[in-house]
């Protein structure tokens, strides 16, 4: 079969929320969340709220327990390892962060489905006992509606220098952030935005600019079904 790399984003796309917002909305700091955001960078809020948490008597098992219970499609899960069986290379690159990300994954049963995780950097403070979130990047110059800690083309780029032109590529996401690298993507690659979700807006604004085929989706269900149908048609198409 030949090599087939399928990137996913991670909130909105594996799971159906946003999980920053999922964590602090079912912890209780909405209010305060929603009081700073217009004056910090969202990184550093999301740190600040892992402090706030931690001095409300909230534990890293707590936020465990809350991203144990995020909403998700029901077919993810199968689609996610129906992929992965097929030999699929399947990574994460997501503005998320690295704590919320592997405990769902783990908890899901389908981290070592995934090769590599691009997303913003934690680490356990183990002093106070308290999760620290960075931001992936300082600052990347990029021009595109990125947010300014990430800009996934950079990374997208990375990867394909890295793998050549020995794979096929399948991108999937649903953020504003999501448009950048799918004008990174060529036109033996697909792109499969989330259907009116910033994303899919942006490239419908702008088809030209787009190389590969869009394949746009509606929910779990639908991911699962254009993916698998996409992966086979790419195994047929290259064993010919």
Known sequence: MAGILVIF??????IDVDSDNWVVDELGLTNMFNQLLPIMRWNSLMDRMM???HAQG???KHIEEVLKRVPIHSRIVPCIKSAHALGCDLRIVSDANVFFIETILKHLGIRDCFSEINTNPCYVDEEDNRVRIFPYDDFHGCNNPCPPNMCKGLILERIMQAE???KRMIYIGDGSGDFCPSL???EGDFVMPRKDFPAWNLIKENT???KAPVHEWTDGEELERILLQLINGITVEESQ
């Open 9 to 14: 984003d991670f909130d909105k796309t594996i």
């Open 51 to 53: 402090k706030e948490f």
């Open 58 to 60: 909230k534990t890293i």
């Open 164 to 166: 050549g032109n020995n």
């Open 184 to 186: 990174k993507l060529r």
């Open 208 to 210: 030209t600019l787009v």
